[in-house]
């Protein structure tokens, strides 16, 4: 498996620095092999002397994986209109029509408003981008997150508001930044596996709870210095509670009924919320009075100041963002895990190569923030993974004014819809689309493609400020537990994707797992 030391050479360098750079041969056939390059020593006249060895994959021939199981459910030929309420109030991803999957864009009128399902890159990038502030959040967004995370958060303010929030938060997600917070990431996989170590292995494990707990713990420990005591079954608990009634939002919006009106387990919803937010003031109270230094996201946001307009957050301002962060910033990173834990179960021949790389990049260490740029492998595989199933799954916004695209006229208050789902599936746009193939996402085939075509984080200048954050923790805690465990399906359970707010799978994610 490792070629003894290859070469040793001397260079002159003002330090001593530790590296890997991965060289993949995407010929899988013909192998796959990584060039470690570790400084041995440095003298007093900053000689370093490297040593340079090769570290070669076992010759697997990696066939793209494809299974049945893959499709969840077959769309609908057409749009469902009013008929499709039930399957709305169930499961929205299955009412985007085929044509969605098939065709660039799809225009629905009805007596209640008309939709636009565009599944077309380069128009995306004119609503996403290119005329961006042309379109404002659809309703139905602001209705179904606006009581839980308050309308001034970043997620759902606009404008002048929106701007200045972007910008205070911005200096926690700088690379360098996120680099830090590798040894929690790695810590925070590292405790998982323990707990996985010491639990009874004759019963499958649930992998989407045991991603809910890992990245909520790291999302309290780098957002809110790990001083807050939070309880992460009851904080799963208040969100589902909300996203659980978001149908009902959708469907309100669509027949335009006042927000007042009850609907099923709103009382619940409400509860849930009032308890998330007078958590959250806790904890800014408590930090006020604390007067911590600590460089989290709590301590920006209080001390955010737009020099602009001469102003600061507000309370209200403060747990808008914080719930904002504490929800997407784990919610989504664990169900991209969850999936990407799945598929591999699926496909052993990837889990193989997930491993050889882990091993060959960290050996047995501790992965930190010097492993990273070398896990490109592991990176490809939760792509590809959000690619089948983005934890977001669709992006809806809505004209302000009348234009057109693309020869498609739009009106002021037509409603947008970009289909995540379907179009990360679309005939048109990828080879093979309901196969899982981790090559789709090496750097050459990348450049071939519009950068439109894959959207698990949005695009334009609303574009998920946590992108970075999100890639890099998964990966860290998918290559800790990868290289701890060996990862089964569970025979005869077929996953079944739920889109409320993400793409849940519907009764966790139970797998099989062996110690390596």
Not at 25 to 53: E, H, K, P, Q
Not at 430 to 452: E, G, T
């Amino acid at each position: 498996m490792t070629t003894p030391l290859a070469v040793e050479l001397r260079t002159r360098n003002q330090s001593a620095r530790r590296f890997a750079v991965l060289l993949p041969n995407y010929n899988f056939s013909n192998g796959y092999s990584t060039v470690i390059i570790r400084v041995l020593s440095i003298d007093d006249n900053n000689l370093m002397i490297l040593a340079i060895a090769t570290y070669s994959f076992p010759t697997l021939e990696r066939r793209v994986f494809t299974d049945p199981e893959l499709v969840p459910f077959e769309p609908p030929e057409r749009p469902l209109g009013l008929l499709g309420l039930p399957t709305l109030l169930r499961n929205y991803i299955e009412t985007v029509p085929r044509s969605a999957y098939e065709q660039s864009v799809t225009q629905i009128r009805t007596r209640l408003s008309d939709v636009l399902i565009v599944s077309d890159p380069q128009f995306i990038q004119e609503i996403l981008v290119e005329k961006a502030e042309a379109f404002g959040r659809d309703p139905t967004t602001r209705r179904s997150f606006a009581p839980v995370i308050g309308e001034t958060s970043l997620f759902v303010a606009e404008g002048a508001d929106w701007r200045w929030q972007r910008r205070a938060v911005a200096p926690i997600f700088r690379h360098e930044t996120l680099l830090s917070f590798v040894p929690i990431f790695a810590n925070m996989a590292q405790r998982q596996v323990e707990r996985w170590c010491a639990a009874q292995r004759a019963v499958p494990i649930d992998a989407a709870a045991a991603m809910t707990r890992i990245t909520f713990e790291i999302i309290v420990e780098a957002m809110l210095g790990g001083s807050a005591s939070l309880d992460p079954d009851r904080y799963s608990h208040a969100l589902t509670d909300n996203f659980d009634t978001i149908p009902w939002h959708i469907i309100y919006v669509m027949f335009s009924i006042p927000e007042w009106m009850p609907y099923p387990r709103r009382r619940r919803a409400m509860r849930s919320r009032n308890f998330l937010h007078r958590d959250i003031r806790r904890i800014i109270e408590s930090r006020r009075s604390a007067q911590s230094s600590q460089p989290d996201l709590l301590n920006l946001l209080l001390a955010a100041r737009d020099h602009e307009l001469g102003r600061s957050m507000s309370d209200d301002e403060i747990v808008a963002n914080l719930l904002t962060f504490i929800t997407a910033g784990h919610e989504t990173t664990a169900v991209a895990l969850t999936w990407t834990l799945w598929l591999l179960a699926k496909d052993q021949a990837t889990q193989q190569l997930v491993l050889e790389e882990v091993r060959a990049i960290a050996g047995d260490q501790t992965i930190n923030a010097g492993h990273v740029e070398g896990l490109s492998f592991c990176r490809q595989v939760i792509q590809e993974a959000m690619r089948l199933f983005p934890p977001a799954p669709g992006i809806a916004r809505i004209s302000k004014v009348p234009m057109e695209i693309a020869g498609v006229q739009i009106p002021a208050g037509t409603r947008i819809h970009i289909p995540v789902f379907a179009l990360h599936r679309n005939v048109g746009l990828w080879d093979n689309p309901n196969a899982f193939d981790p090559d789709r996402f090496a750097p050459d085939q990348v450049k071939k493609r519009s950068r439109y075509t894959y959207l698990p984080f949005g695009a334009g200048p609303r574009i998920c400020i946590g992108a970075g954050f999100a890639m890099i923790e998964a990966a860290v805690i998918m290559a800790t537990i990868v290289r701890a465990f060996a990862f089964q399906p569970v025979p005869g359970h077929k996953p079944k994707p739920v889109a409320k707010v993400t793409l849940r799978p519907r009764g966790g994610m139970p797998l099989l797992i062996t110690s390596r």
